[in-house]
């Protein structure tokens, strides 16, 4: 199975300021990445696939980049709505594999 | 706008069973491969199961092959997934998801919960 690490588990941002995740992969999922953001007591919501494409309705603060085995999930100018748990999953290879999230809060 | 709504959460012993449903509607759920995905407490969020459009191709994750079921009525826009041999670790938000690989939308969740 492919292992998804995520890092760092709390990334602590200020408003306004960029937050830049990482999420990295045990093998090769060359671009097969995606991200999810999630609010407590809410379903997660797909933000990117294909480690860079934004999902509909996404805003362009969010970007993600990487491949094979090195993703970065980039939101830039921090919402106050933008803090949440994020997720990177890989689906290049069963079983599909989630990383163990990482919290964005409030610095 | 597409919509999924799970229910069939609930308290119950180890060793026990459960049905979780999931009705889809504002897509071609007929055209859609569907998949459960879990949260569980603590941890992050994890795949279960996934079946093809027809119902002709399944993939479950190893911790629940042999113990979960999903299956589907096109002719009812409905997702199942049956749940035996429940274990503790089982605790979790079940979610049925859009989308073979990765998951477009989302249902708010049913709380299964396995305790003595």
């Known amino acids: 199975e492919i292992v998804m690490t995520q890092s760092p588990t709390t990334l602590s941002v200020s408003p306004g300021e960029r937050a830049t995740l990482s999420c990295r992969a045990s093998?090769?999922?060359?671009?097969?990445l995606a991200w999810y953001q999630q609010k407590p007591g809410q379903a997660p919501r797909l933000l990117i696939h294909g480690a860079s494409t934004r999902a509909t309705g996404i805003p362009a603060r969010f970007s993600g980049s990487g491949y094979d085995t090195e993703f970065t999930l980039t939101i830039h100018s921090l919402q106050s709505e933008d803090f949440a748990i994020y997720h990177c999953q890989q689906y290049h290879d069963w079983p599909l594999t989630f990383g163990g999230g990482t919290k964005v809060a409030i610095k | 706008e597409v919509e999924l709504v799970e229910s069939g959460g609930g308290l119950v012993q180890p060793g026990g069973s459960l049905r979780l449903s999931c009705a889809a509607s504002?897509?071609?759920?007929?055209?859609?491969?569907m998949t459960w995905v879990r949260h569980a407490p603590g941890k992050g969020l994890e795949w279960v199961a996934n079946?093809?459009?027809?119902?002709?191709?399944?993939h479950y994750v190893d911790s629940v092959r042999g113990r979960f079921t999903i299956s589907r009525d096109n002719a009812k826009n409905s997702v199942f997934l049956q749940m035996n041999s429940l274990r503790a670790e089982d605790t979790a938000v079940y979610y049925c998801?859009?989308?073979?690989?990765?998951?477009?939308?989302w249902g708010q969740g049913a709380l299964v919960t396995v305790s003595s």
């Open positions: 093998e090769t999922v060359t671009s097969n």
């Open positions: 998801a859009t989308s073979p690989f990765y998951f477009e939308s």
């Open positions: 504002g897509f071609s759920f007929s055209s859609s491969w």
């Open positions: 079946i093809k459009q027809d119902g002709s191709d399944i």
